[in-house]
Protein backbone atom coordinates (compact mmCIF):
# COMPACT_ATOMS: atom_id res chain seq x y z
CA UNK A 1 0.00 0.00 0.00
CA UNK A 2 1.54 3.69 -1.03
CA UNK A 3 0.43 6.84 -0.13
CA UNK A 4 1.91 9.08 -2.41
CA UNK A 5 -1.88 10.53 -2.51
CA UNK A 6 -2.26 11.42 0.85
CA UNK A 7 -1.99 15.34 1.90
CA UNK A 8 1.31 16.05 3.39
CA UNK A 9 -0.17 18.74 5.51
CA UNK A 10 1.17 22.22 5.94
CA UNK A 11 4.72 23.32 5.64
CA UNK A 12 6.95 25.18 7.55
CA UNK A 13 8.11 28.85 5.99
CA UNK A 14 11.84 27.14 5.12
CA UNK A 15 13.12 30.64 4.55
CA UNK A 16 13.43 31.67 8.36
CA UNK A 17 16.65 30.24 10.47
CA UNK A 18 13.87 28.88 13.16
CA UNK A 19 10.03 28.30 12.66
CA UNK A 20 7.40 27.32 14.86
CA UNK A 21 5.12 23.81 13.13
CA UNK A 22 1.59 24.86 14.04
CA UNK A 23 0.88 20.85 14.01
CA UNK A 24 4.00 20.43 16.75
CA UNK A 25 4.01 23.66 18.78
CA UNK A 26 8.07 22.96 18.41
CA UNK A 27 10.67 25.44 17.28
CA UNK A 28 12.57 23.49 14.17
CA UNK A 29 15.86 24.70 12.97
CA UNK A 30 16.10 25.39 9.35
CA UNK A 31 19.35 22.93 9.32
CA UNK A 32 17.84 20.17 10.59
CA UNK A 33 16.58 17.26 8.69
CA UNK A 34 12.82 17.50 8.21
CA UNK A 35 11.85 20.95 6.04
CA UNK A 36 8.90 22.12 3.62
CA UNK A 37 10.71 20.75 0.54
CA UNK A 38 12.12 18.12 2.31
CA UNK A 39 10.51 16.00 5.31
CA UNK A 40 12.03 12.97 6.42
CA UNK A 41 10.48 9.88 4.32
CA UNK A 42 9.18 6.82 6.35
CA UNK A 43 8.43 3.35 4.95
CA UNK A 44 6.29 1.96 8.49
CA UNK A 45 6.37 -2.34 8.05
CA UNK A 46 3.56 -3.80 10.59
CA UNK A 47 1.00 -6.52 10.10
CA UNK A 48 -1.06 -4.64 13.37
CA UNK A 49 -4.02 -2.80 11.24
CA UNK A 50 -4.37 -0.67 14.66
CA UNK A 51 -0.81 0.14 14.94
CA UNK A 52 -0.28 0.78 11.42
CA UNK A 53 -2.95 3.41 11.59
CA UNK A 54 -1.98 5.02 14.91
CA UNK A 55 1.36 5.37 13.39
CA UNK A 56 0.53 6.80 10.08
CA UNK A 57 -1.70 9.34 11.32
CA UNK A 58 0.62 10.76 13.35
CA UNK A 59 3.69 11.00 10.92
CA UNK A 60 1.20 12.47 8.19
CA UNK A 61 0.46 15.29 11.30
CA UNK A 62 3.31 16.15 11.95
CA UNK A 63 5.29 18.33 8.40
CA UNK A 64 8.27 16.89 9.13
CA UNK A 65 7.67 13.75 8.52
CA UNK A 66 5.82 11.88 5.60
CA UNK A 67 4.88 8.44 5.07
CA UNK A 68 6.10 6.99 1.80
CA UNK A 69 4.57 3.85 1.95
CA UNK A 70 3.29 1.08 4.36
CA UNK A 71 2.92 -3.36 4.65
CA UNK A 72 0.86 -5.60 6.51
CA UNK A 73 3.38 -8.39 5.50
CA UNK A 74 7.30 -9.16 4.65
CA UNK A 75 6.23 -9.77 1.01
CA UNK A 76 4.31 -6.52 0.72
CA UNK A 77 7.19 -4.95 2.51
CA UNK A 78 9.98 -5.93 0.74
CA UNK A 79 8.30 -5.15 -2.85
CA UNK A 80 7.90 -1.54 -1.21
CA UNK A 81 10.99 -0.76 0.08
CA UNK A 82 12.68 -1.79 -2.53
CA UNK A 83 10.60 0.37 -4.70
CA UNK A 84 10.50 3.50 -2.75
CA UNK A 85 13.24 5.68 -1.68
CA UNK A 86 12.99 6.62 2.25
CA UNK A 87 15.16 7.63 4.90
CA UNK A 88 14.01 5.83 7.87
CA UNK A 89 12.39 1.88 8.32
CA UNK A 90 9.46 1.94 11.23
CA UNK A 91 9.81 -2.46 11.30
CA UNK A 92 8.27 -4.39 14.08
CA UNK A 93 10.61 -7.39 13.67
CA UNK A 94 8.09 -9.75 14.62
CA UNK A 95 6.63 -9.27 11.61
CA UNK A 96 5.55 -12.49 9.93
CA UNK A 97 7.24 -15.06 11.83
CA UNK A 98 10.24 -12.84 12.67
CA UNK A 99 11.01 -11.57 9.47
CA UNK A 100 11.16 -8.18 10.24
CA UNK A 101 14.88 -8.77 11.44
CA UNK A 102 15.12 -10.20 7.23
CA UNK A 103 13.63 -6.84 6.12
CA UNK A 104 16.12 -5.35 8.44
CA UNK A 105 18.82 -7.13 6.97
CA UNK A 106 17.59 -6.34 3.57
CA UNK A 107 17.49 -2.23 4.03
CA UNK A 108 20.93 -2.65 5.83
CA UNK A 109 21.96 -4.44 2.32
CA UNK A 110 19.99 -2.57 -0.31
CA UNK A 111 20.04 0.69 1.24
CA UNK A 112 22.91 1.22 3.58
CA UNK A 113 21.98 4.95 4.40
CA UNK A 114 18.35 4.20 5.62
CA UNK A 115 18.02 4.01 9.36
CA UNK A 116 15.76 1.70 11.14
CA UNK A 117 13.39 1.91 14.43
CA UNK A 118 12.05 -1.23 16.00
CA UNK A 119 8.28 -1.23 16.85
CA UNK A 120 7.63 -3.30 19.81
CA UNK A 121 4.98 -4.76 22.34
CA UNK A 122 7.61 -6.23 24.24
CA UNK A 123 9.52 -4.18 26.72
CA UNK A 124 11.91 -6.88 27.81
CA UNK A 125 15.74 -5.61 27.68
CA UNK A 126 17.05 -8.99 25.60
CA UNK A 127 14.68 -7.48 22.73
CA UNK A 128 15.94 -4.47 22.56
CA UNK A 129 19.26 -5.23 22.81
CA UNK A 130 18.93 -8.14 20.29
CA UNK A 131 17.19 -5.36 18.19
CA UNK A 132 20.02 -2.94 19.06
CA UNK A 133 22.42 -5.57 17.93
CA UNK A 134 20.73 -6.22 14.31
CA UNK A 135 21.54 -2.62 13.39
CA UNK A 136 18.55 -0.87 14.48
CA UNK A 137 19.18 2.97 16.01
CA UNK A 138 16.07 3.16 17.53
CA UNK A 139 13.48 1.17 20.03
CA UNK A 140 9.25 2.01 20.32
CA UNK A 141 7.01 -0.09 22.46
CA UNK A 142 3.44 0.24 20.69
CA UNK A 143 1.45 0.48 24.03
CA UNK A 144 3.38 3.44 25.49
CA UNK A 145 1.98 7.03 26.29
CA UNK A 146 5.64 8.19 26.35
CA UNK A 147 7.02 9.54 23.03
CA UNK A 148 5.76 10.36 19.17
CA UNK A 149 7.25 8.48 16.49
CA UNK A 150 7.02 11.55 14.65
CA UNK A 151 9.85 13.05 17.12
CA UNK A 152 11.42 9.65 16.87
CA UNK A 153 11.92 9.62 13.39
CA UNK A 154 13.80 13.27 13.39
CA UNK A 155 15.61 12.25 16.39
CA UNK A 156 17.48 9.34 14.55
CA UNK A 157 17.37 11.40 10.97
CA UNK A 158 19.09 14.15 12.52
CA UNK A 159 22.32 11.67 14.03
CA UNK A 160 20.21 10.53 17.61
CA UNK A 161 18.99 7.56 19.17
CA UNK A 162 15.25 6.86 20.19
CA UNK A 163 14.14 4.49 23.06
CA UNK A 164 11.08 3.86 25.01
CA UNK A 165 12.27 5.66 28.43
CA UNK A 166 11.02 2.26 30.06
CA UNK A 167 13.04 0.32 27.86
CA UNK A 168 16.04 2.27 28.54
CA UNK A 169 15.88 2.23 32.12
CA UNK A 170 16.12 -1.91 31.61
CA UNK A 171 18.91 -2.19 28.54
CA UNK A 172 21.35 0.80 30.48
CA UNK A 173 23.02 -2.04 32.50
CA UNK A 174 23.60 -4.08 29.60
CA UNK A 175 25.08 -1.29 27.30
CA UNK A 176 27.25 -0.77 30.36
CA UNK A 177 28.92 -4.28 29.86
CA UNK A 178 28.91 -4.41 25.61
CA UNK A 179 31.91 -3.64 23.52
CA UNK A 180 32.17 -4.04 20.10
CA UNK A 181 35.09 -6.26 18.62
CA UNK A 182 36.98 -3.28 16.91
CA UNK A 183 36.21 -0.30 19.02
CA UNK A 184 38.52 1.72 21.24
CA UNK A 185 37.58 1.33 24.84
CA UNK A 186 35.89 4.24 26.12
CA UNK A 187 37.98 4.46 29.45
CA UNK A 188 41.04 5.09 26.82
CA UNK A 189 39.54 7.96 24.85
CA UNK A 190 40.04 11.47 25.52
CA UNK A 191 37.84 14.21 25.15
CA UNK A 192 37.01 17.90 25.58
CA UNK A 193 35.31 18.66 28.77
CA UNK A 194 31.92 19.23 28.89
CA UNK A 195 29.99 22.10 30.79
CA UNK A 196 27.71 22.42 33.52
CA UNK A 197 24.62 22.71 31.48
CA UNK A 198 25.81 19.70 29.43
CA UNK A 199 26.52 17.49 32.18
CA UNK A 200 22.79 17.95 33.29
CA UNK A 201 21.76 17.12 29.66
CA UNK A 202 23.88 13.86 30.00
CA UNK A 203 22.36 13.10 33.67
CA UNK A 204 18.64 13.56 32.24
CA UNK A 205 19.23 11.41 28.74
CA UNK A 206 20.34 8.43 31.09
CA UNK A 207 17.10 8.60 32.78
CA UNK A 208 15.39 7.84 29.74
CA UNK A 209 14.09 11.40 29.10
CA UNK A 210 13.62 12.33 25.31
CA UNK A 211 14.25 16.33 23.95
CA UNK A 212 11.36 17.96 25.17
CA UNK A 213 11.22 16.69 28.74
CA UNK A 214 14.68 17.60 28.99
CA UNK A 215 13.81 21.51 27.61
CA UNK A 216 10.97 21.69 30.35
CA UNK A 217 12.98 20.20 33.18
CA UNK A 218 15.62 22.45 32.49
CA UNK A 219 13.38 25.83 31.34
CA UNK A 220 15.07 25.41 28.31
CA UNK A 221 13.65 25.36 24.62
CA UNK A 222 14.03 21.99 22.43
CA UNK A 223 16.19 23.71 20.04
CA UNK A 224 18.80 24.25 23.03
CA UNK A 225 18.34 20.67 24.19
CA UNK A 226 19.30 19.54 20.77
CA UNK A 227 22.31 22.22 20.25
CA UNK A 228 23.56 20.67 24.13
CA UNK A 229 23.55 16.85 22.36
CA UNK A 230 25.09 17.89 19.91
CA UNK A 231 28.40 19.34 21.37
CA UNK A 232 28.20 16.61 23.63
CA UNK A 233 28.24 14.09 21.02
CA UNK A 234 31.47 16.27 19.42
CA UNK A 235 33.14 16.46 22.55
CA UNK A 236 32.78 12.73 23.44
CA UNK A 237 33.19 11.42 19.75
CA UNK A 238 30.50 9.22 20.22
CA UNK A 239 27.22 8.92 17.72
CA UNK A 240 24.39 8.04 20.00
CA UNK A 241 22.76 8.65 22.89
CA UNK A 242 23.62 5.19 24.44
CA UNK A 243 27.21 5.78 23.78
CA UNK A 244 27.31 8.91 25.46
CA UNK A 245 25.53 7.71 28.32
CA UNK A 246 27.92 4.55 28.80
CA UNK A 247 31.11 6.76 28.14
CA UNK A 248 29.73 9.53 30.91
CA UNK A 249 29.66 6.51 33.59
CA UNK A 250 32.70 5.05 32.78
CA UNK A 251 34.54 8.42 32.97
CA UNK A 252 32.70 9.25 36.37
CA UNK A 253 30.61 12.05 35.12
CA UNK A 254 27.26 10.74 35.87
Given at each position: MYLSDLPKGPYFDAGSIEVTSSATGYTWPSDMKGQ??????VFLADED????????QELMRD???????????????????????????????????????????????RMPNV????????????????A???????????????????Q???????????????????????????????EIPLEHKKFEKLT?????VLRLIAQGKRTHEIGDYMEISALTVST????????????????AVRYAVLKGII
Open positions: KNQPVRRHSRSVISPRTILIGQASSYREARKGVLAEEFDVLLVDLSLGEGQGADLLELVQLLSIAISSSEKGDAAMDFKKGVVGYLLKNSWFGSYSAVLEVANGGASISPIVAKKILPKIFQYSAPNDREKEHVKNIYRKMQVRTRAQ
